[in-house]
């Protein structure tokens, strides 16, 4: 006999999502039929057909909590993996880190670059990044005063051809490596000090903890969307560029919202990046939009105050089952998601009880019924704890317990159910979800039975009262979990008892725990760093040995005694030539010697800015007046080349002292010379020029913190 069937999957505490699937995955690669006939779970939508669970559904109620998505317990390390799955991120908290490229460069390597992928979607923002329990840069006020000169940071939000990023020129990282279609963050570190070596906070390279903070996918709400029954604006479920607007800031923690986004999925080039890829036909837009409301509400908290019923944020992967992700979300919002007519209806259980849809009784029954009543002592949890995702500035995302909730155990012993909320960042909030699955599980008693025609009024998810004489039943009330509705006018159902108690909320919950302030390290106090910092500025003298016999007199640099000998003259000839205030007596000295032998004054100029070099131009020049002796000159400065190169020479009145010398292409670094010159006496400009190579250029250089000197060394 030919039959259609409806069943429902439900989360109600730990209810586990059951759904039949013929032996296809669902979610899978089976969304779409051989013949391009829309599916959905593997099987035709004018055929479908999935299987009662009957009253078998009282022993999913109490499976094991959905699994930790893989990359939230991984997220707070940054690592190198090259068979890492593609990343999603939900709402404002703690992004995945997986290097994709690093790079060191300069002349002891004292640099290094990194692009770390963020997410395989676009992503709303990129705010913070920590490194151990300090932050270190943040989108608001850019680098900590710590790591100036030692840390940049860029970001992007999403990868394309205009933003691509090139690394010491895009040798290997440039125009063709962009990430397209994803979240990203460019960081370069110096591991060298800016006066001493080792008195960088990155000597050592990345800290093994990183955290980067940001706002995640960007998220389609169909009550924006005006296509939708009840929804009003531009946002559309088939164009990506229209989602992330939204009525409230925080609407992007909104978990029904971000179920639906991993539901549709993300596109990159038309393809499926990440998420389920469910055609938006397949969905009912409008339970969406009832949950997302549910989930908008206020509730009232013990210490004054309202907070939003329901917030998720979290992580997800293609390592993760699709299934387990689903489960996450409708566990931290205490939802269902069922077939209802070929579409996914998603239901955010509330107190519905009074708007029973119909009434029952023994008259409506074909046959036996069968009454699966509340389990024994052993399965009848009296206490639910566990934890939830801190995201305090002091924790930064790590997992940490909320205050238990508890009942009185009727026989004296605790039981207890342990409920971890990946997806939940509020203590408080946590709480109250933990208590309703506690609850839930104190009403787990399933009545099956086959009813007349009459139980046609009623589908999956509806509340309807029913009264059975031999269980002293009177208007119970109970939700139906599952539905075979027969061509015969028989329709075998399962029903699961309700009650208010589940959905109470009385503002009982506890202050959440408060995370200890971690001992901030800084990096600069490694034993290593401080004690190549003592050696240099420290010696024992009397240790020192004088393997050359060249090692000066012990107290030497205190002062030298009468009748000792100091340059080959004695010390009392030498003090005699001092007068007691320390000014050379002029009568005690040789004057012809100073005055043929001295040093003028040098001349010297600096300029930081940055100047661009094209054609031949001085970027420094100075002024000296010469008695006709020997002149050192020496120049200094930073060149951030072309490909092509750059070229540079030293003139003394126009007429070339250093000749035309050329830097290769992609050249970047400190460009230093020491040189002599000998013109007779008179005055002169010596000048420094550079130019872009090419002829005629046809690029561009840059120099900067430009320096000369130029001294003439005898009078």
Request: glycine residues 10%; aromatic residues 8%.
């Amino acid at each position: 006999m030919g039959k259609i069937l409806k069943t429902v999957a439900m989360v109600a505490g730990f209810a586990a999502l059951v759904v039949a699937t013929g032996g296809t995955a669902l979610f899978g690669a089976g969304i779409l039929g051989a013949a391009g006939t829309a599916t959905l779970f593997g099987l035709s939508a004018a055929t479908l057909t999935l299987v009662s669970l009957g009253a078998g559904i009282a022993a999913t109620l109490l499976t094991p909590a959905p699994k930790a998505p893989q990359t939230q317990l991984s997220r707070l390390n940054v690592g190198l993996d090259p068979t890492t799955p593609r990343k999603v991120v939900f709402g404002t908290t703690a992004m995945p880190l997986d290097i994709r490229y690093h790079e060191s460069s300069g002349t002891n390597q004292e640099y290094v670059d990194y692009i770390i992928a963020l997410a395989a979607h676009k992503v709303t923002s990129i705010d913070e990044l920590w490194f151990e329990e300090k932050k270190v840069w943040s989108a608001a006020s850019g680098i900590n005063l710590s790591y100036v000169g030692y840390l940049t940071v860029t970001t992007r939000t999403e990868g394309t051809s205009a933003n691509y990023i090139s690394i010491n020129g895009g040798g290997n990282w440039g125009s063709t490596r962009r990430l397209t279609g994803c979240a990203y963050l460019y960081i370069r570190i110096k591991r060298t000090g800016n006066g001493k070596k080792a008195e960088s906070p990155l000597a050592s390279g990345l800290p093994s903890r990183v955290t980067v903070v940001g706002n995640g996918a960007l998220l389609y709400d169909p009550r924006k969307d005006s296509t939708v029954a009840g929804g009003s604006g531009t946002h559309r479920a088939t164009d990506q560029t229209t989602w992330g607007a939204y009525t409230s800031a925080d609407d992007t923690d909104n978990p029904a919202l971000q179920l639906l986004w991993w539901l549709l999925g993300w596109k990159i080039n038309s393809k499926l990046s990440v998420g389920c890829g469910v055609p938006y036909t397949r969905i009912d837009m409008a339970s969406f939009i009832t949950a997302a409301n549910l989930c908008d509400e206020n509730v009232t908290l013990a210490v004054g105050g309202t907070q939003k019923r329901y917030r998720t944020s979290g992580t997800a992967s293609d390592a993760d089952g699709r299934m387990e992700i689903i489960n996450n979300f409708l566990l931290s919002m205490n939802g269902t998601l069922r077939d209802n007519g070929g579409k996914l209806k998603l239901t955010v259980m509330k107190n519905d009880l009074a708007d029973y849809t119909l009434q029952l009784d023994e008259s409506a029954m074909l046959g036996d019924f069968d009454w699966q009543q509340t389990g024994g002592l052993t399965e009848n949890y009296n206490v639910a704890r566990g934890r939830f995702v801190d995201p305090s500035n002091n924790s930064l995302y790590q997992m940490v317990d909320y205050p238990e909730v508890g009942l009185t155990s009727p026989d004296g012993v605790e039981r207890v159910l342990s409920v971890d909320l990946y997806y939940v960042e509020d203590g408080r909030r946590a709480q109250r979800i933990a208590k309703q699955v506690l609850q839930r599980n104190q009403y787990r008693g399933v009545f099956s039975t086959v009813f007349n025609a009459k139980a046609l009024g009623c589908q999956v998810g509806d509340v309807i009262l029913l009264s059975i004489e031999a269980l002293g039943f009177v208007s119970k009330p109970f939700r139906v979990i599952s539905q075979e509705i027969r061509f015969d006018g028989q329709v075998p159902m399962a029903l699961i008892e309700e009650n208010a108690a589940i959905y109470a909320w009385d503002t009982s919950d506890a202050a959440p725990l408060t995370v200890t302030a971690p001992t901030t390290y800084d990096p600069l106090n490694n034993p290593l760093v401080l004690g190549i910092d003592v050696a240099g500025t420290t010696a024992n003298y009397s240790a020192v040995v004088d393997d050359i016999g060249t090692k000066p007199q012990d107290n030497a640099t205190v002062g030298a005694p009468s009748g000792t000998s100091v340059g080959g003259r004695s010390a009392d000839t030498i003090a005699a030539t001092i007068k007691t205030d320390g000014v050379v007596n002029t009568n005690k000295v040789i004057t012809d010697s100073i005055t043929n032998n001295a040093v003028t004054v040098p001349v010297y100029a600096y300029t930081a800015a940055t100047i661009n070099i094209t054609s031949y131009q001085t970027i420094q020049s100075v002024s000296i007046t010469t008695s006709g002796s020997a002149v050192k000159i020496d120049f200094c400065f930073l060149l951030l080349a072309n490909t092509s190169g750059c070229a540079f020479r030293l003139t003394r009145n126009g007429t070339d002292v250093l000749p035309a010398t050329v830097l290769g292409g992609g050249t970047g670094g400190i460009v230093s010379f020491t040189l002599g010159d000998a013109p007779s006496a008179g005055t002169y400009t010596y000048a420094l020029l550079a130019q872009a190579s090419g002829s005629p250029p046809t690029n561009i250089a840059f120099a900067f913190a430009r320096s000369l000197f130029v001294q003439e060394i005898k009078k």
